[in-house]
């Protein structure tokens, strides 16, 4: 078994909260520009005053990009303990528990201080963060052992 518990935190942790932000952004970009669709019809057929709307669009935008996640969102996002063993891999805190198969990793990103596990489609899933000071059974040996086929390197040793 190997094993990574205890709080992600660093460059792992900032990382995690941009990309989770990223998400935000285009999770609210998206309805927003189909809401835009009918106010610029509206704008166009009927009075100039519908312009006033894209003022709490662009807003709603531009917040869900900038608001830093609360602490209660980051325990939604950032794992506190990740466990591989037989044929699972297995990600959890007090807020979510995921398994997934090993068979359905799709890549593993070694980032430096952490790995990032990926899965194939439909099982994608961010909370497979894996932070190398953290491991407290196992080695790091083990884990790119497991994965040296999947395993891709985004930093010079």
Same mark, same amino acid.
């Given at each position: 078994?190997?094993?990574?518990?205890?709080? +992600?935190?660093?460059?792992?942790?900032?990382?995690?909260?941009?990309?989770?932000?990223?998400?935000?952004?285009?999770?609210?970009? +998206?309805?927003? &520009? &189909?809401?835009?669709?009918?106010?610029?019809? @509206?704008?166009? /057929?009927?009075?100039?005053?519908?312009?006033?709307?894209?003022?709490?669009?662009?807003?709603?935008?531009?917040?869900?990009?900038?608001?830093?996640?609360?602490?209660?969102?980051?325990?939604?996002? &950032?794992?506190? @303990?990740?466990?591989?063993?037989?044929?699972?891999?297995?990600?959890?805190?007090?807020?979510?528990?995921?398994?997934?198969?090993?068979?359905? /990793?799709?890549? /593993?990103?070694?980032?430096?201080?952490?790995?990032? +596990?990926?899965?194939?489609?439909?099982?994608?899933?961010?909370?497979?963060?894996?932070?190398?000071? &953290?491991?407290?059974?196992?080695?790091?040996?083990?884990?790119?052992?497991?994965?040296?086929?999947?395993?891709?390197?985004?930093?010079?040793?």
């Amino acid at each position: 078994m190997i094993e990574f518990c205890g709080e +992600i935190d660093g460059r792992c942790k900032k990382y995690r909260l941009y990309a989770e932000s990223m998400v935000g952004l285009v999770c609210t970009f +998206i309805p927003a &520009l &189909l809401i835009a669709i009918p106010v610029t019809v @509206c704008l166009i /057929v009927i009075d100039w005053v519908f312009a006033l709307a894209y003022i709490p669009l662009v807003l709603f935008v531009v917040f869900a990009a900038i608001a830093p996640l609360s602490k209660k969102a980051q325990k939604l996002t &950032l794992p506190h @303990c990740v466990q591989i063993y037989d044929d699972r891999i297995e990600s959890k805190n007090e807020k979510f528990y995921d398994i997934r198969q090993i068979v359905h /990793v799709k890549k /593993v990103i070694d980032m430096g201080d952490w790995y990032q +596990i990926f899965f194939r489609f439909p099982h994608k899933n961010a909370h497979f963060v894996c932070q190398k000071n &953290l491991i407290t059974q196992g080695s790091i040996e083990e884990f790119e052992a497991l994965f040296r086929d999947k395993l891709i390197r985004k930093h010079k040793e």
